[in-house]
């Protein structure tokens, strides 16, 4: 069984579709929202965890992975799947945002990226077919082309350089891509410039790929040219094809996606977010260490199924976050993952209702309609002045 | 439904007994080991992973519980049963022995323990009336009498004068006692000194308690005296009464215990060790991150049943390890924890079979026949000239 994408229908009001997704491991209903496993494991999740609060697909590291334990290792395992126990739909990128965002050296060049690792130092080379080498090792569902994530701002001489050699890039991936069981996503960038991101699109898309990315995005560039890159360029994918818009984002980033059309989304906002302590409910965030919460019976979000929320109340868990306990993070994660795939399939009913737009509005009213008492109950869902505070939270696990 | 023990059977070559103990939250099977879970978590489990390691009771430490987050603020949500969403049964310690191995500046007195905290430096007062307030707020189903645990060596003077400490302790202990549904035990103290711990137990048995412990063990002495002290005595405490070794410990430690008549038993040494990546199997310890388990496909150990080897290789596991990723403490518990509750699940069936001796003789035997290939596959199993190794990784979680 190879891999499909089905639009199953479309909202009436917005871009938005309902898809599938079938990969040799499984559906995928999209749009979907993928929790990042950087290193083979989503922090603090077992594999049932991650099934329990709704995840069908997941992304892991090719950079973090072929620096530790390496993709031959795993290659000799049978493959990520079997090696992290992961028997669901997987993706890896193609290593290329993490040399941009954690090594201390790199060099591009157009044959490829010459880099030191974050963790010893050592050089490495990751050209185009090497990438695509390393992940046919690790063996995903959806390989990724390499590409060159441009820091922001970036000049438009420099991007429209650097777009070229993406293409360049994907054309060699292409043709390095052996392994038909795992589908090989074309990734598209152009900084912040509409016509860029217009040729970007062009190009790759004329490369033909089973599914396309927009790379380049929630890496400090304001919010108004973030939905603007997202409605210039999402609309110049197939209709037929799967369209991912990497390292997004907050609920309302991925709300305003789906409604351009984006289908499939990853980001570390609500792992990363559950570590520090940050929880996501229906009226705001919640900094469970706030003092408030040192005797507050009620759980995180009175409205919310999830184990965590089943079981312990913002006091226990404030008291497993202050003693520094590692079941902190674990029933945070847990939270925190399924407010987002809860809110994912709730966009897809209301997509599948034709009503995207009255669920969109109901929730940035319902965001509203909540006073913020204090500053520990502030909102993450309005929008911001720039996505800076994201770039450190963006791509990478 | 209050505190009972029954005596089921008892092995004939032995002084081991098969008994339950009976709580308003369920039953105990004994011989049984207790999961320590210091600050009102198992490290990095939750209470459906220790129902599916087999746990049936576990300990929490009042020293902890009372300076972080505070017994009231526990007691107003109901106790710690409900705090920690732990149905079963429960037992704490009194905190004596914390104020012992933690506080940076203790003075025993006979009204009680002056000392500070390690958290933060601030002053406290543990008397014996304190330490029954303090666990009757916390709702355990069984409570400890405030004793003094004692460096090792001690004199026999001091011994003597502490001892006598430890008697007075333990009626006011008695008489603070309100909550019935608890069940409070007495702790027999007395250091290395066989005569000092005859009138130990003589005065704390006269006492009547619903249960006794051995205390003061595992702190340093030399293996001969832990075995020479458990002799000397478990036979002092009445024969329907239950009896628990505290602090104890390796699974041969345990194993003797038992064979001495021994009921309950608890120790952070499967816990932390876990945590360090020292895994228990049948034919010794493993030392997870060795470089030889790089690239090893097999389980942590080929015959276990638990969740962590019926699903994970050696390989991955110190990947996650060598990762510092939270997954690792957590699958390496599991393992470790299912290993020692299987281990006494194993004594009782051999109890009730009056096969003890039988199962011992084949425990050390299969130790010694596996040869020890290296370094990183040796036993945990053997007598050690002295437990001081193990002192640190005792009472305390």
Redesign the interface.
């Known amino acids: 069984m190879s891999f499909s994408f089905t639009v199953i229908t479309k909202d009436h009001q917005t871009s938005a579709r309902l898809g599938k997704i079938r990969t040799p491991h499984g559906e995928v209903n999209t749009p979907a929202f993928m929790p990042v496993g950087t ?3 989503v ?4 594999p049932e965890d991650l099934v329990s609060v709704g995840a069908e697909m997941i992304l892991c590291n090719t950079y973090h992975l072929y620096l ?2 390496g993709h031959e ?1 795993i290659k ?2 049978g493959g990520l799947h079997r ?3 992961w028997d669901h739909p997987l993706l890896t990128d193609s290593g290329g945002y993490q040399v941009y965002s954690l090594s201390p050296l790199r060099k591009i060049k157009d044959e490829g990226v010459y880099f030191q690792s974050h963790l010893d130092g050592s050089y490495h080379t990751l050209s185009p077919e090497k990438a695509v080498e390393i992940q046919e090792s690790l063996g995903a569902d959806i390989i990724m082309c390499l590409d060159e994530c441009m820091p922001y701002p970036s000049s438009s001489d420099y991007t429209r350089e650097s777009i070229s050699r993406t293409t360049h890039w994907a054309e060699r991936c292409r043709k390095a891509w052996k392994s038909k069981t795992q589908a090989l996503f074309g990734i598209i960038q152009g900084g912040v410039f509409p016509d860029l991101r217009e040729q970007s699109a062009r190009e790759i898309v004329s490369l033909d790929f089973p599914g396309y990315a927009v790379g380049g995005l929630s890496v400090g560039e304001t919010k108004a040219e973030l939905y603007e890159m997202m409605d210039n360029t999402l609309p110049l994918i197939p209709d037929n094809k799967p369209r991912y818009l990497m390292g997004l984002g907050t609920p309302q980033d991925i709300l305003e996606g789906v409604k351009k059309g984006a289908d499939l989304f990853d980001c570390v906002i609500p792992t990363r977010h559950a570590r520090n302590g940050m929880l996501f409910t229906g009226f705001g965030s919640l900094v469970i260490k706030n003092a408030q919460y ?2 507050d ?1 009620r759980p995180v979000d009175p409205g919310c199924t999830c184990y965590t929320c089943r ?3 913002r ?2 868990l ?3 976050y ?2 520094n ?3 902190a ?3 945070n994660t847990i939270h925190n993952l399924h407010y987002y795939l809860n809110f994912l399939k709730q966009i897809r009913t209301a997509i599948r209702d034709s009503q995207l737009n009255n669920f969109a509005a109901a929730f940035y009213e319902n965001q509203k309609r909540i006073p913020l008492q204090n500053e520990s109950t502030r909102s993450l869902y309005f929008p911001e002045e720039s996505t800076s505070s994201l770039a450190e939270a963006g791509n990478e696990g």
């Open positions: 290193q083979a494991t922090k603090s999740l077992t530790r334990p290792l000799t395992f090696f992290m126990h040192a005797d019976p079981n312990y109340s006091a226990y404030r008291h497993l202050m003693a306990e590692i079941l993070p674990r029933l």
